[in-house]
């Protein structure tokens, strides 16, 4: 079960076309025509986004979930009339600093707490680059931060699965925050002045 969750608890459904709220709740947030995913698992947010026209690098570090995102575009080209496939890169964005020249928009779900130490260094080149960052947090490990309870997964860096850490985050590099929800895996987006 190498899977994420919200796809394994939702393949068939997601195969067919019918994709939850978990991803469809972001789609209002991110802006701009060349996007970037970051920790993309199986590319059912990148596939929603080039439905929409968008130009889209979706980056997996799994080499299981990346070739799991190839095949629910096939699924989806199957039912549906043709739509151009995202740019499916199995990496990291570590590593793969340069898939960010062009790009104006980064978008991480559930993510950004596993760049861990390297989490400055990264966003510092994404702030070089990128105008509207969209991350969307992850209520479980943001309420084991608040309540004090660490865990051995993400230790301190759940502070960036919270709305808090999201926010410091990209504050301290630069951004402005331009929209927050506070329900459910919150969100907070910044832009760039």
């Known amino acids: 079960m190498t899977g994420s969750l919200a796809y394994r608890n939702n393949e068939a459904a997601i195969i067919r076309g019918e994709v939850p709220d978990k991803y469809t709740r972001l789609l209002p947030f991110i802006t701009g025509e060349k996007i970037i995913e970051i920790g993309s698992a199986e590319g ?3 596939l929603l986004l080039a439905k929409q026209g968008k130009q889209v690098i979706a980056l997996e570090k799994s080499e299981e979930r990346h070739a799991s995102a190839s095949n629910l575009y096939s699924q989806w ?3 549906e009339k043709r739509f151009a496939a995202p740019k499916f890169v199995n990496g990291s964005i570590g590593n793969s600093l340069d898939l960010l020249d062009g790009m104006d928009t ?3 779900v559930r993510t950004i707490y596993y760049l861990r130490s390297d989490i400055d260094r990264i966003f510092a080149a994404v702030a070089e680059k990128i105008a509207t960052v969209v991350l969307c947090g ?3 490990r943001a309420n084991r931060w608040r309540a004090g309870q660490p865990d051995e997964i993400g230790g301190p860096f759940n ?3 919270s709305r808090e850490g999201m926010t410091a985050l990209l504050e301290r590099h630069g951004y402005s925050i331009i929209e927050e929800v506070r329900e459910g895996d919150e969100i907070v987006v910044g832009r760039m002045d």
């Open 44 to 46: 059912v947010l990148a």
């Open 77 to 79: 080209l199957a039912r």
């Open 106 to 108: 980064l978008v991480a």
């Open 138 to 140: 992850n209520r479980n």
């Open 159 to 161: 502070f960036y699965a």
